[in-house]
């Protein structure tokens, strides 16, 4: 192969990038030829490493709203291509939201686009809202009755699965004065989720979202406005060794706001049990000239003083695909993470028409799934990015559309397991979450010729049932674990405590809630 197609200046000159930001790659030697070369020639099919085609999509940064998909529609019939179902597409994004970036529309392989998984991924798709409700918004006489048809669809898209209203904590402070964290989630001991007033945002908007309600501003979207607030319950709570701020997406955190919730991690000693920072981002995906920016360099600065003071920095991605990784600014901003001793790890929901398919005749490609996967892994073994998990999709938003039976998607990871080699593999079992917690499927068995899923909890409302397996009647057609029934049982052996425990969160809640009403009208 021609060397010369992996000079640095040569690849940067193919794209419109800001001198900025080609200045940090060059300075910083944030890419390197010969892994540049290594990754093209091993996975051409996904590769956007070298790139002759046009790149549609100029100067403007960020396309939101029905305004920006109006927009990109326009852009894209001035180059002859013609989408089509814009008023379906239209009304998935009044009920949900849309946002794109010029980069992952660039991305995009726009000879076919209909199979192409970044297209799938953040573009709305026909059939993922029912066909009555798409007929009577298309049909609607006015905007009025459009609206009325939006809101009420809204309702139904269950975007707090898993009752996670019951996952948001609350203390007693020094005088007695009940506080309860309203931008919070503390299920599971070791980690707390904190969703930012900043976070509420993101750099594109996933199709598949499980916490739509953030970003479309639903009344009841989990915001933490005190920072003081959370340094308070952690203190109160030894147990926890994580915080994972996400939202949104956490790549927007305030470098005011980062370092609020950051330095007393690393000042105060009452903060010695926090070994983990965690960020939930999808720049890297959406929008990866923000770490290459001048602007995000405070941030990578306390990150290298967090780790240098027994803080880990852990940036979460979400890669599902190898195409989100192969190109030069993806790269460029993963080793520029690196350099400033943030740790990368990627966990993935497999999706159908994402990262799960099928052939023309409708039936799920177990092989070209998998090895979907499996490149994916290689490549993070390539650039040093853990391989934490795979899981199986929620039961929110247009769940139907992207879900897979349990059996199949359990033959997928079992041939990625298999494949790749021990130290590049994903976490052992795929796992759902729920109300109860995280179950995994540790796979199928026969028990006198009849054939069961075998489960157990990854993580759940009562950590000891992690030490329980439990077996459920197999379903070819099932998608959700919750759904399995008992094996030979009336009830799974949780259930009737799980029960109890929600039954109890949710008064406790309520009176804690109503306790801080009183405090505050005093």
């Known amino acids: 192969m021609n060397n010369n197609l992996f000079n640095i200046d040569s690849i940067l000159s193919q794209r419109e990038i800001a001198e900025e930001i080609k200045h940090t790659i060059i300075n910083e030697e944030l890419l390197h030829s010969g892994i540049l070369q290594r990754l093209h020639t091993l996975y051409p099919e996904h590769s956007a490493i070298i790139r002759n085609d046009k790149q549609i999509f100029k100067g403007k ?17 001035e180059n002859g291509i013609n989408i089509g179902h814009t008023e379906e597409r239209e009304l998935f994004i009044e009920v949900y939201r849309f946002l794109a970036t010029k980069h992952v529309l660039n991305l995009i392989n726009w000879d076919k686009y209909e199979t192409d998984s970044l297209f799938q991924l953040v573009f709305p798709q026909p059939g993922m809202i029912n066909q009555e409700t798409v007929n009577a918004y298309i049909n609607a006489k006015d905007d009025q009755e459009r609206n009325r048809i939006v809101k009420e669809y809204q309702l139904k898209t269950n975007p707090h699965d898993g009752k996670q209203k019951l996952n948001k904590p609350w203390f007693s402070d020094e005088a007695c004065d009940v506080q309860v964290l309203e931008g919070s989630q503390h299920k599971y001991p070791p980690c707390q989720l904190i969703f930012d007033k900043t976070t509420q945002n993101c750099f594109a908007f996933c199709n598949y979202c499980f916490r739509h309600a953030q970003v479309r501003g639903d009344e009841d979207m989990f915001i933490q406005e005190d920072i003081q607030q959370i340094h308070n319950y952690l203190k109160r709570h030894k147990e926890v060794t994580d915080i994972l701020i996400t939202g949104g997406d956490a790549g927007f955190l305030t470098y005011e706001r980062l370092e609020q919730y950051a330095l007393p991690l690393i000042e105060n000693e009452d903060f010695i049990h926090i070994r983990t920072l965690r960020l ?24 290298k003083k967090l780790k240098r003071n027994g803080v880990q920095v852990l940036w979460v991605a979400h890669f599902s695909t190898p195409r ?28 159908k028409h994402i990262s799960l398919f099928v052939d023309k005749h409708g ?19 390539t650039l040093g990015i853990g ?27 079992n041939k990625v397991y298999k494949t790749l080699s021990s130290i590049n593999r994903p976490s052992r079992y795929i796992t759902q979450t729920s109300s109860a917690g995280k179950i995994s499927m540790l796979g199928t068995t026969e028990i006198n010729g009849e054939k069961v899923f075998v489960l157990k909890f990854n993580e759940g409302r009562n950590m000891d049932w992690m030490d329980t397996v439990y077996l459920a009647e197999f379903d070819p057609l099932e998608t959700s674990i919750a759904n399995l029934k008992p094996f030979r049982a009336d009830k799974h052996f949780f259930e009737n405590e799980l029960l109890e425990i929600e039954k109890e969160l949710e008064e406790k809640l309520l009176t804690a809630l109503n306790n801080q009403t009183i405090n505050i009208q005093k």
């Open 324 to 351: 989100e990784v192969l190109n030069p600014l993806t790269i460029a901003a993963i080793n520029r993470l690196k350099s400033f001793e943030v740790n990368i790890k990627s966990q993935s929901p497999i999706m």
């Open 61 to 77: 940064e960020r396309y939101a709203g029905l305004n920006g998909f109006r927009q990109i529609v326009e852009q894209l019939n």
């Open 363 to 381: 039936n799920y490609d177990i092989d070209k799934s998998a090895q979907n996967w499996i490149d994916l892994g290689n490549i993070f073994a």
């Open 280 to 303: 939930g981002s999808r720049a890297l995906t959406f929008l990866p000239e923000l770490i290459l920016s001048d602007k995000f360099v405070n941030h990578l600065k306390l990150f």
């Open 387 to 413: 391989f934490h998990s795979m899981y199986c999709a929620r039961p929110t938003g247009e769940y139907h559309y992207f879900s897979a039976p349990l059996y199949i998607i359990e033959k997928v990871f």
